[in-house]
């Protein structure tokens, strides 16, 4: 069974940085695609970065330039540090993989941004 556990969300102010983890479990992290999604208060969830087995990251327009996805197979984990955060970046944020057809989601870590 696959298993994503988030961590490292939290307050912050305008401008500052967080950085959220995933630590992944019950699959071979070596070839595993992963992504971090993102739910704002009242909207769809949407895709923020993902990062491909070989270490090839895409981001949403939103992000790009501020948010940095990246892995770390030893220890099966995958990062987003947001520097630049802004009010709009308010949202809960998910880890997700797609494994053998199935995707798999997170509990979500909440990231509140204040102006």
């Known amino acids: 069974q696959v298993h994503l556990v988030e961590s490292g969300g939290g307050v912050a102010e305008a401008g500052e940085s967080l950085r959220l983890s995933c630590a992944a479990s019950?699959?071979?992290?070596?070839?595993?695609?992963m992504a971090w999604y993102r739910q704002p208060p009242g909207k769809q969830r949407e895709l923020v970065a993902n990062?491909?087995?070989?270490?090839?990251?895409d981001y949403a327009d939103s992000v790009k330039g501020r948010f940095v996805i990246s892995r770390n197979w030893p220890r099966n984990t995958v990062y987003l540090q947001m520097n630049s955060l802004q009010p709009e970046d308010t949202a809960v944020y998910f880890c997700?993989?797609?494994?053998?057809?199935?995707?798999?989601w997170g509990q979500g870590t909440q990231v509140t941004v204040s102006s």
């Open positions: 997700n993989t797609r494994w053998r057809s199935r995707d798999y």
């Open positions: 019950g699959l071979n992290f070596k070839i595993a695609a």
């Open positions: 990062i491909t087995s070989a270490g090839r990251p």
